[in-house]
């Protein structure tokens, strides 16, 4: 992998700002502060200074939802197709741009978590890091021992590290005094935590400590589930074309459901169970003498949108 701790200019993820990118960028925008013009446009037609152009840049392309493409010391960038399914563009209406449901969220987190090419802090914490109750300088400690064997970079700097893991916690932790807004004072996006927190993943307990307990997760939707749940078959199975992988693989292994949604033992199996049902089958289980195995029709590796699909279908008609 390669080491990605810098970019986001320590600007957690805000509401908004994905859909402000994807918008930008499908109304012919461009999100490349190299440029002057280009920055200028963007100053004025988001309202937001340089630095936030960047982070903006930045959490758009580590959620896959845009594409930044350098060739011949030119730069192009594009909506991928995440980004075109969930925020729409200027064509296209996106099955929810302003992220008003949780599995929408939880489908965020795994398209930014999902990624075995970058190695941010993030990507630690959720695919490779066993804490559950520890301090920040445990976590960067154990981040700056591991990135060398991680990453293609033979030195990391603590610096920019310890600046990474900040943005982390910041984009993932409620804070423990919230900003309030003064009387008569305009709400802006400063006034609201990141949409990650709502997934509760992490939390800060004081005094420089945190935890993230593996759980049942139950606000993480199933369609949302079976939709990580065959992109990480896919991963796993790219090579092989076999369509069936271990229990222990899908919670304990690098962007395996399990990790990246911080799911207990037990949270796995219901989900499993569940999977089954909403599936008809063409995902099965078995648990049986020890022997933990999931197998998964390989059709359903063509069509993993199907679920999403099913998940905001269900959602708007239960409005």
């Known amino acids: 992998m390669k080491a990605r701790f810098t970019g986001h200019d320590t600007f957690p993820l805000r509401y908004g700002w ?27 037609k988001l309202g937001v200074g340089k630095n936030m152009i960047n982070a903006i840049k930045y959490w758009g392309e580590s959620t896959s939802v845009v594409v930044t ?27 929810d741009p302003y992220l008003e449901n949780i599995g929408s969220i939880w489908l965020i987190h795994f398209w930014l978590n999902f990624n075995a090419d970058q190695l941010t802090a993030y990507r630690y914490f959720f695919n490779f890091s ?43 932790c409620k804070k423990r005094k919230s900003k309030v807004a003064k009387v008569g004072e305009k709400i802006t996006e400063e006034h609201f935590s990141s949409p990650l927190v709502e997934l509760n993943l992490v939390q800060d307990v004081g005094g420089g400590f ?11 939707p199933i369609e949302v589930f079976i939709y990580a749940l065959i992109e990480y078959v896919k991963f796993e199975t790219l090579e092989s074309q076999a369509n069936s992988l271990d229990f222990d693989s899908i919670q304990t292994k690098p962007y395996s459901p399990g990790r990246i949604f911080r799911l207990s033992e037990s949270g796995l199996g219901q989900l499993l169970d569940e999977a089954q049902k909403v599936s008809n089958s063409d995902i099965t289980w078995i ?8 197998q998964i029709d390989r059709k359903l590796l063509d069509d993993p949108i199907r679920y999403l699909d099913a998940y905001f279908h269900g959602v708007k008609n239960n409005v």
């Open 18 to 44: 994905l859909y402000k990118a994807v918008d930008f960028i499908s109304n012919g925008g461009k999100l490349l502060t190299s440029n002057e013009e280009n920055t200028r446009d963007a100053i004025v």
């Open 69 to 95: 493409e350098s060739k011949n010391n030119s730069a192009t960038q594009a909506i991928s197709h995440n980004g075109m399914y969930l925020f729409g563009t200027s064509h296209s209406v996106g099955k």
């Open 130 to 172: 066993n804490f559950q109750h520890f301090e920040k300088v445990g976590l960067l400690d154990a981040l700056l021992e591991d990135a060398p064997s991680l990453t293609t970079d033979s030195t990391s700097n603590e610096k920019t590290i310890k600046k990474d893991l900040d943005c982390f916690f910041n984009t993932y």
């Open 210 to 220: 945190y935890k993230s307990d593996l759980s049942v997760r139950d606000s993480l």
């Open 287 to 294: 648990d049986s003498l020890g022997l933990r195995q999931i």
